[in-house]
T-cell receptor, first 115, second 110 residues
């Protein structure tokens, strides 16, 4: 069965800390994504990557960076955590075909609290 | 407002009834996808409908797409308590990522 694994379900950090969220997929997908989910706002795309060492800004990249050194792993980095980054973070992966975006497979999310 | 908005925001029905959720979007699409999210979990893909398709079925799910009105609907027939979840539409507008709406929370009362 396909699997996207996020390193932590719950995480508590302090303002100003550098925070790493890790995501690993075992499906050999080209594409990987990071979203944040807040009540009433749905999923908002932070960054995505369509190949190793490649990254694209999503809709809300400010305050975040990403790293993709290996195809199966995509990391989200909060350079200096702030309280407004308290949220649920979801990682996803998918194939890409010329006919369009394929279904995405999601991890179970990391609920991050910044104190 | 954003690409891909679901309506209603919340829906409460009795077991056995049908549930209909709608999604409107603004720009042309390659495909539209529906996802389900159980509380505290990640999203799970339900169904994908391409821009040249009008209707698609999967088990108790029926999805329609009207590109002239830029809208889609998800119908769940004979709902069960286990269908309680949030449902999201997501549009493929040609960039290499989907755009998700804010979702419909469905509560099915046993």
């Amino acid at each position: 069965d396909v699997k996207v694994t996020q390193s932590s379900r719950y995480l508590v950090k302090r303002t100003g800390e550098k925070v790493f969220l890790e995501c690993v997929q075992d499906m050999d997908h080209e594409n990987m994504f990071w979203y944040r989910q807040d009540p009433g706002l749905g999923l908002r795309l932070i960054y995505f990557s369509y190949d190793v060492k490649m990254k694209e800004k999503g809709d809300i990249p400010e305050g975040y960076s990403v790293s993709r050194e290996k195809k199966e792993r995509f990391s989200l980095i909060l350079e200096s955590a702030s309280t407004n980054q308290t949220s649920m973070y979801l990682c996803a992966s998918s194939f890409y075909r010329g006919s369009g975006n394929q279904p995405q497979h999601f991890g179970d999310g990391t609920r991050l609290s910044i104190l | 407002s954003q690409q891909g908005e679901e309506d209603p925001q919340a829906l409460s029905i009795q077991e056995g009834e049908n549930a209909t959720m709608n999604c409107s979007y603004k720009t042309s699409i390659n495909n539209l996808q529906w996802y389900r999210q159980n509380s505290g979990r990640g999203l799970v893909h339900l169904i994908l409908i391409r821009s040249n398709e009008r209707e698609k079925h999967s088990g108790r799910l029926r999805v329609t797409l009207d590109t002239s009105k830029k809208s889609s609907s998800l119908l769940i027939t004979a709902s069960r308590a286990a269908d309680t979840a949030s449902y999201f539409c997501a549009t493929d507008t040609g960039r290499r990522a989907l755009t998700f709406g804010s979702g419909t929370r469905l509560q099915v009362q046993p």
